[in-house]
């Protein structure tokens, strides 16, 4: 199984909504990644998470709140986000972060739109 | 800081012919690895080949291969008879030990029946 698994696939919230993006791996990796990307551009890094503990946060604004209740599950949960936060949210793994070896797997995404 | 470069925002190949994706990187590490991730209009971004630093063979996968000039920092990906299913947008990332993923700003390609 090298799959990584995101719901929802499209997600439509307003701006005082709470809502959460899951994301699941069983490929046994011990880093996962909560990415955004913008139409036509990279990813840009939000969250990494080390054996399930987080490694990196990248300045996101405290609207994003990420958790990894366990190796195999990431959750984004999001509240009182703003129409510029709409874009594609990419769950990634890889086998640990600080080696040199590990690829990233990515999941299809969830297309957030905040209205 | 890492840096990843693709100075070709868009690019087109017919149909069977071959088509190379340019990419330049800067680091002052001398063991990393490069790789070309494609991502269809479908989304899921999938890898297409890798490279470790510290070999020198130019890594391929069946019609995809690369071009990889260490000292230069460049890191081509070579795509041979091309195919509809190639369309899709192409990055170029760089990691190496204790570092996350640079990615580069893409390159679309589009295959023209």
């Known amino acids: 199984d090298t799959e990584v698994t995101q719901t929802p696939k499209h997600l439509v919230m307003g701006m005082t909504n709470k809502k959460s993006l899951k994301c699941e791996q069983h490929?046994?990796?011990?880093?996962m990644y909560w990415y955004k990307q913008k139409a036509k551009k990279p990813p840009e890094l939000m969250f990494v998470?080390?054996?399930?503990?987080?490694?990196i946060n990248e300045s996101v604004p405290s609207r994003f709140s990420p958790e990894c209740p366990n190796s195999s599950l990431l959750n984004l949960h999001l509240h009182a986000l703003q129409p510029e936060d709409s874009a594609l949210y990419l769950c990634?793994?890889?086998?640990?972060?600080?080696?040199?070896?590990?690829?990233?797997?990515f999941g299809e995404g969830s297309r957030l739109t905040v209205l | 800081a890492q840096t990843v470069t693709q100075s070709q925002p868009e690019m087109s190949v017919q149909e069977a012919e071959t088509v190379t994706l340019s990419c330049t990187y800067d680091?002052?590490?001398?063991?990393?690895?490069l790789f070309w991730y494609k991502q269809p209009p479908s989304r899921q971004m999938i890898l297409v080949i890798r490279?470790?630093?510290?070999?020198?063979q130019n890594a391929t996968e069946n019609r995809f291969s690369v071009n990889f000039q260490k000292a230069a920092k460049s890191f081509s990906l070579k795509i041979s008879d091309s195919q509809l299913g190639d369309a899709a947008m192409y990055f170029c990332?760089?990691?190496?030990?204790?570092?996350?993923?640079?990615f580069g700003p893409g390159t679309r390609l589009s295959v023209l029946p």
């Open positions: 990634a793994s890889s086998q640990v972060t600080g080696a040199i070896s590990g690829e990233l797997f």
């Open positions: 490929m046994g990796h011990r880093a």
């Open positions: 998470y080390s054996y399930e503990k987080l490694s």
């Open positions: 680091t002052s590490e001398s063991d990393y690895y």
């Open positions: 490279q470790e630093a510290y070999k020198q």
């Open positions: 990332a760089y990691t190496s030990y204790g570092q996350n993923f640079v």
